[in-house]
Each structure stands twice: as C-alpha cells, then as structure tokens.
Nanobody, 125 residues
C-alpha cells in the first residue's frame, strides 16, 4: 500500500511562489508515474503535471512555463515548484501515484492508483 502525504500549501499573492511536497511511503522500489492534480471549488479535478517512472515530464498548458515537477530522495518525495502564481491557480492540490509495470511481486499491479489527502493553495489578486 502506497501512502502519499502532501504539504507546502498556503496563501500567497499573485506573482508569488510556493513549493508543494508529496512524501511517499510503502513499496517505492516499483515503477510509478507520479502526478499532481488540482480541484478548484465547484470544478472537477484536473491534471497539472506528471513525471513518469522513467523521468519524462509533462504539464497542463495552463501551468507550462510556471510550474516545475521533480523528485528527490530516491523518488520518495515529489515536488511541485509553482512560480508566477495566479488567482486561477487557487485549488486543493493532490498527489497521485499510478503503478506501472511490476518490478517484483511486492509491487502493486499496473493501473493501481493512490491519492494523497490534498493541500490547499490560495492565490489572492
């Protein structure tokens, strides 16, 4: 069972920066695509960014050039550096782990999904 715990959210003014963290525990010596999603009030959860198990990154058009996804600590920590924040970035930000092909039988099956509890980001104008 993978456990994900986000932190680093808060309130900032437009143009400011925040760095979100997602601490992962459990069977980490496996292949996971790690992602950030967000959900604004009254809206559906939307994709923000992902880093695949082999290091490829992608971003939603709305954050491209402003947000940077990265990993550290043998992939046990996922980061989202958010710069030039806008009021429309206000949302709860969630970390997600998606299991990919198994390295060992201790790894979860491909397609298994894990989510954190979320961290609130509020950007004021």
């Amino acid at each position: 069972q993978v456990r994900l715990v986000e932190s680093g959210g808060g309130s900032v003014q437009a143009g400011g920066s925040l760095r979100l963290s997602c601490a992962a525990s459990g069977p980490l010596l496996c292949n996971y695509d790690m992602s950030w999603y967000r959900q604004a009030p009254g809206k559906e959860r939307e994709f923000v960014s992902t880093i695949s198990f082999d290091g490829a990154t992608s971003y939603a058009d709305s954050v491209k050039g402003r947000f940077t996804i990265s990993q550290a600590n043998a992939k046990s920590t996922l980061y989202l550096q958010m710069d030039s924040l806008k009021p429309e970035d206000t949302a709860i930000y969630y970390c997600r782990a998606l299991a990919r092909q198994r390295k060992t039988l201790q790894c979860p099956p491909p397609g298994q999904n894990y989510w954190g509890q979320g961290t609130q980001v509020t950007v004021s104008s």
